[in-house]
C-alpha cells in the first residue's frame, strides 16, 4: 500500500473495520514463520514502533534494520536494499524514505512493501488510524466537517486525510497561514480563518509544524503561530460540544496547541496512537492475505 | 523503582533473594503477550543488554527504541515520548537518562517505569546486583566492611550503594582523590587513605574514573590515578584472605585496577555481570506483579 | 570460525552440504532457550542480517548490539566487550571488526565466535556462500576455472575464496588493474588480462571497488574503471554459455557490472544473498552442535 489515491472507498471501510475489530479485541497470528523488517530511512518514534508492535502481534517476526549503519552509507541504492533484503528471505518491508514517491523504483520488488510514509507526500497508514478513530467516535463519515489546521501543502497526513476524508463524504475545512496555501493543497476542501473553522468543525486536525521541512526561514515565531492560527484555550471553549481534537504527534507544545489541552477531555492524541498499532495490524494482515498467507 | 531511598530493607532483602533464586536456576515465563521497551537515552552496554536478556528470559517481547533516530531530536520531551511508548501499548519501559531524576516529570505514566540509571543520581538495578554479589559471597550484610574508592560524589553506583549498605549493617568506608569528597559524599561512611582501607574491608568496590562526567580537567594523569588511588599488584596482596574486589565496569585497565588483577582470583567483576541479569530479573518480575500479571 | 585456512577441506565441503541441505528445506531448531549476538563495529546490511535471520530460523534469541551505542565509544577493548556479552549470558557472537585478525585477542572468549569479516583478511561465511552457489551451479569445484576481478588484495572475500577454491581443485584466475596485484595477492591463482579471462571462465566473480579502503586516491574514474575492467555487455557476450556471474555486494551499478547485467540470467548475485542465509544456519549449527547443544 503506497497511496490513498489507489484504494477504493470499499477498501478503506474494510480495513477501517478491521482495524476496529483488532481495537475491540480481536486477535489475529499468522501461520508459519513469517519475516518482515522496518526499513526507516528517516527518524521516528511512534510509526515504526507501532508498526513493530503491530507485526509482533500479528506473530511476525521482525528482523531490524537499522538505517544509519547500513550499505546505503556505501551509495547502495534504495532497490539493491529492498531486493537484498527480499533476497534474504524477508516476507514484507515497510519503508519510510524522505524521497516523495521512493516507491515508484520499486517495480521489480516481488514481496509487499508498504508505506510508512514517503517525502512530503502520502502516509497511508497514519490515514487509516485516523479515519479509524473519526469512525469511533462517529460511527460515519457522511457529513462530517473535518477541519486541518496547519502546513497542509507539506503535510503527507493531511494530503491523504483530506482527499480520503473527501472521497467517504465528509466536508473538509483548512485554516493556517495563508500563504502556506495555493491551489494545490485546497483540492480537496475549503480555506477558512481559524476562528471560523473552530465553530464549525466535528473533528479538528491540527497538523505539527514541520520546522525541518521549511526551507525558507519560518516569518512568525513560535507563540505568534501559537497566538494567530494555534489552539489557544479560548478556542477550545469555542468548539462544538461533541467534537474533538486530533494531532497526528510529535506536539510542539504551546505551538499547535495548548499544553493543558494535549490531554484534555475532547483530546484523541493518544487514542490515535493506540489506534494505530490496530490499522496497522489491519493493513498488514491484508496484505500478507493477498500473498496467500493465513492467520489464524 | 526509581531509587535506592525508597525501598524498604525489607523490599531489596526480598529483591536479593528472588535474584539469588535466578541465579540458582530458577525460572520464570509470564503469561499472556506482555511488551517492553528500553528506552536509553546514553550510551551503556551492558546496563541495556542485562535488561534485554533479562526480559527475554522472562518471555517479554522486547520493543526496541533507538533513542537516536527516534522524535526525541524532533525536540519531543520525555515525558511525551513514553507517554507515547504506553499508548502504543507497551507494558514496562526501562530509561536511563542523562537528567538526574528525570522520573519526576513522569508521573502521569501508568506502566511501570524501572530507572536504568539517572544522570549523577541513582542506578538502583546495579546496587541490587552489587548487594547481591556481595550476598553470594558472605551470606550476609550485617557486619561486614565495605570500601568504596573512586569519585564517589559524581557515581550513581556508589551512592545507592553507599546507602543500602549501611541501611543492611554494613560500614562502609571511601577513599580516593580527596578533593572528589565533601560532607555530601560522607552521609554514609568515612573517609580513609586507599592504603588504610585496603587493609580493612572484605568487600573492595572500585569506581570507575568518569572522564565524560568531570566538568574541570583531572588534576592528574591515569598512571598517576593508579599509583595513588588504584589497586595495585602490591595493595591487591595486602587485602584480607577472602576479600572481594568489586568494579561496576566498563574497567579503565591500569587505571582504577592493574590489568592482572581484572580476572584474577578474587574478582568478582564478570561475575556481577552475570548476576546483572538475574537482579534485572527479579526487579521487573516484582514490578509486573505489583500491576497483576503472572507468571508461571 | 575465523579463517578458511584453519578449516580443512573435509570440512568445508561438510558444511557446504549442510547449507545446501538447508536451501533445499531442510530445517532445524535448537532445543532450550539459547542466546546470541551480532556485534558488528563495521556498517553492514547483508552480512549482519543475513546473520539474524540464519538464528532466528535456527531458533535462537537474538540479543541486539549495537555498537555505536555502546561501551567501545568508553574506551572498552574488545576483549571486554565480548566477555561482557558472555557474562551476561549469550551463547554465540558473530563479530565484524576493522581490525585485521582482531579475533586473536580473543582466546580467553570460551562461547563461540564466528567471524563476521575482519580487515581486509578474511571473510569465512561470504566464502562458504559462494562455495555453496559455484556448488550448487556444476556440482563440483574439481576442475572448475574461476576468476576473480578487482582488488584483490584489499578484499577479504576473495583471499578467503581463491584460497578455498584452489583446496578445492579449482583453477584460479584474477585480473584487475596491475598496480593492485603483487606477490602477495597472487599466491592463489594467475594474473590475466580481463578481455582472456572472460573467455576461459565457469566463473566469474567481481569484486566490489572499495573506495573506503582505499589510503591513496584511486588513479582513475568510475567509468574508466568499467570500460577497462568491468563486465561491460560486449564481455558478457564473450562469456562461456554456463558461465555464472557472482558478486559479494553492495554493487557499484556502472563501474564492476553493467548496471542491466545485475539481474541477467547468469547473475547469481542475489542467489547468493539467499543462500547466504542457509551458509550461515550450516555455520551456526556446527559451532553449537561443537560445543554439545542439540537441534531438533
Known amino acids: 500500500m503506497f497511496t490513498i ?9 474494510r480495513i477501517v473495520q478491521e482495524a476496529l475489530a483488532f481495537a475491540e479485541g480481536k486477535t489475529a497470528k499468522i501461520e508459519g514463520e513469517v519475516f518482515c523488517s522496518n526499513l526507516f530511512f528517516e527518524d521516528s518514534t511512534r510509526t515504526k514502533t507501532s508498526f513493530d508492535i503491530a507485526e509482533r502481534k ?5 528482523v531490524p534494520f537499522d538505517a544509519s549503519n547500513s550499505s546505503v552509507n556505501k551509495g547502495e541504492s534504495l532497490y539493491d536494499t529492498v531486493k537484498t533484503i527480499e533476497s534474504l528471505g524477508v ?3 515497510v519503508i519510510r524514505d524522505k ?3 521512493y516507491f515508484d523504483e520499486l517495480k ?9 510514509g514517503d517525502g512530503t507526500g502520502n502516509h497511508p497508514s497514519q490515514c487509516m488510524l485516523d479515519l479509524m478513530t473519526i469512525y469511533q ?3 460515519k463519515f457522511e457529513g462530517l466537517k473535518v477541519g486541518i489546521v496547519g502546513d497542509v501543502k507539506h503535510s503527507r497526513v493531511a494530503n491523504s486525510n483530506a482527499e480520503a476524508l473527501r472521497r467517504l463524504g465528509a466536508k473538509v475545512y483548512f485554516s493556517g497561514p495563508e500563504q502556506w496555501f495555493d491551489e494545490g493543497a485546497l483540492i480537496n476542501g ?4 481559524v476562528d471560523e473553522l473552530i465553530h464549525e468543525v466535528d473533528v479538528l486536525m491540527l497538523l505539527r509544524i514541520q520546522h525541518e521541512r521549511h526551507d525558507a526561514k519560518m516569518s512568525f515565531s513560535a507563540s505568534e503561530y501559537h497566538k494567530k492560527y ?14 474533538i481534537i486530533m494531532h497526528p504527534a510529535p506536539i510542539n507544545r504551546g505551538v499547535e496547541i495548548d499544553t493543558d489541552l494535549v490531554e484534555c477531555e475532547r483530546s484523541r492524541v493518544f487514542r490515535q496512537m493506540q489506534n494505530g498499532v490496530f490499522a496497522r495490524m489491519a493493513i498488514i494482515k491484508e496484505a500478507l492475505e493477498k500473498e496467500g498467507y493465513t492467520f489464524k
Open 190 to 193: 475549503t480555506y477558512l480563518s
Open 230 to 243: 494555534g489552539l489557544t484555550k479560548e478556542r477550545e471553549r469555542a468548539m462544538k460540544k461533541e467534537a
Open 58 to 62: 500479528l506473530g511476525l517476526q521482525v
Open 5 to 13: 489515491t489507489e484504494l477504493s472507498t470499499e477498501r478503506i471501510n
Open 99 to 101: 524521497k516523495d514517491r
Open 108 to 116: 521489480n520488488v516481488k514481496i509487499p512493501v508498504i508505506n510508512g
Open 137 to 139: 467516535e462517529f460511527g
Open 91 to 93: 516476507n514484507l518491508v
